[in-house]
């Protein structure tokens, strides 16, 4: 922002004016992803500046532009929501795996990569059935049990 002689006031509009022109070109997919992921890196916004690339969001026309740039912001927000699923589901692994070595000692690689295959909802049913394992033999039958 400083070497093209933006003020901060005007990092909504910038930012706004971007993804517009890009909403214009007509790239394709992977392309058009690699820019928005490069003017959404450098041009963050807060709160305030959110609110107002909103408002001028709204009075973009033609209609079917603004849509066009609605769907590359609303595509950002899908990715970031999936990613922190992923990320939140591996860390339940991590820790239910931690849990069970702590409980149970070192396990070998293939239990290991069996539990990381494990489903969200496997996995937090490992989490609370962990508690009743005295032996690798009750993580290997629990393990049978939900293949």
């Not at 740039?69 to 795996?97: A, F, H, P």
């Amino acid at each position: 922002m400083a070497k093209m002689q933006f003020s901060p006031e005007e990092r909504p509009r910038v930012k706004l004016e971007c993804l517009r022109l890009l909403a214009t070109l007509r790239l394709d997919p992977a392309r058009m992803k690699l820019i928005s992921g490069f003017i959404d890196t450098y041009l963050r916004l807060n709160a305030a500046e959110l609110e107002i690339f909103q408002q001028e969001l709204d009075t973009i026309e033609p209609v079917t532009t603004r849509e066009e740039v609605m769907q590359i912001t609303t595509s950002w927000k899908e990715e970031g929501l999936q990613e922190g699923l992923e990320q939140g589901l591996e860390r339940e692994r991590n820790l239910v795996t931690r849990q069970i070595k702590r409980r149970l000692g070192e396990l070998s690689p293939q239990l290991e990569e069996q539990i990381q295959q494990l489903s969200v909802d496997q996995i937090e049913a490992l989490g609370e059935a962990l508690l009743d394992f005295q032996t690798e033999e009750d993580l290997l039958n629990w393990l049978a049990e939900q293949s």
